[in-house]
């Protein structure tokens, strides 16, 4: 057998950007996000939720406030580089929030977000990740709940993506032969942000599957696709 290449997970195109990434157990900050919020040594952060706009905001300050974290070296950094990565501990922050738990899960590029500066605060906007997870006969989806969503067989295998209304979109007869055990979905009652995620999870999707569509949405035709 002949040599193959061995990827990585946690290089990506932009890798060396500012960044703030999130996994089971932390926040991280890269040397170069360090570098451009100026974050001090021996500094504490402060973090804050907005689950309606899936917001995380961190403050970062000298002084140890109540609910603040601390921060700690993550990775040693480029040769030359005063500032390097940091991280804070927050598994229980993490897990406690499905909307945050439910990203990592994802790939490692999947898991890193570019954060913007809003008054003292610099905030990162977190993808909807098919937090909710509901077996195909569930009866306790809301009918009134609106999102993206995906189809998967119990192997995991993921055979269709949409948006639109969960609960109507499942109960529809001409998916009753469909082939899936579960739904997962993400509750986004705004349309054209429907639409942006949709496509997202769906050129994702491709990425790692050489170009192809998941199975019903391949079967089923484009302009049924767009239709949710």
């Given at each position: 057998m002949g040599w193959d290449l061995v990827t990585r997970e946690d290089y990506f195109e932009g890798s060396d950007a500012p960044f703030i990434s999130i996994s089971r157990s932390h926040f991280a900050f890269s040397a170069a996000f360090v570098r451009q919020a100026q974050v001090e040594p021996g500094s504490r952060a402060t973090v804050y939720v907005d689950m309606c706009h899936r917001r995380?905001?961190?403050?970062?300050?000298?002084?140890?406030?109540?609910?603040?974290?601390?921060?700690?070296?993550?990775?040693?950094?480029?040769?030359?580089?005063?500032?390097?990565?940091?991280?804070?501990?927050?598994?229980?922050?993490?897990?406690?929030?499905?909307?945050?738990d439910s990203v990592t899960k994802q790939p490692a590029k999947n898991r890193r977000f570019s954060p913007k500066k809003e008054g003292n605060k610099w905030v990162i906007h977190i993808c909807p990740a098919f937090e909710e997870r509901r077996a195909r006969e569930s009866t306790d989806i809301p009918s009134e709940v609106v999102g993206i969503y995906r189809y998967s067989r119990e192997s995991g295998e993921i055979v269709y993506i949409g948006r639109g209304p969960i609960k109507k979109r499942l109960q529809a007869p001409e998916r009753r032969d469909w082939d899936f055990d579960v739904v997962e979905y993400s509750v986004i009652d705004d349309p054209d942000d429907q639409v942006k995620w949709e496509d997202f999870w769906i050129e994702r999707f491709k990425e790692q599957n050489n170009g192809e569509l998941p199975f019903y949405n391949k079967v089923s035709g484009v302009a049924k696709h767009r239709d949710g």
């Open positions: 995380i905001g961190f403050e970062f300050h000298s002084d140890d406030r109540p609910n603040s974290f601390a921060l700690s070296a993550a990775s040693s950094d480029k040769k030359g580089q005063k500032r390097k990565a940091l991280q804070c501990a927050a598994t229980g922050t993490i897990r406690k929030h499905r909307w945050i």
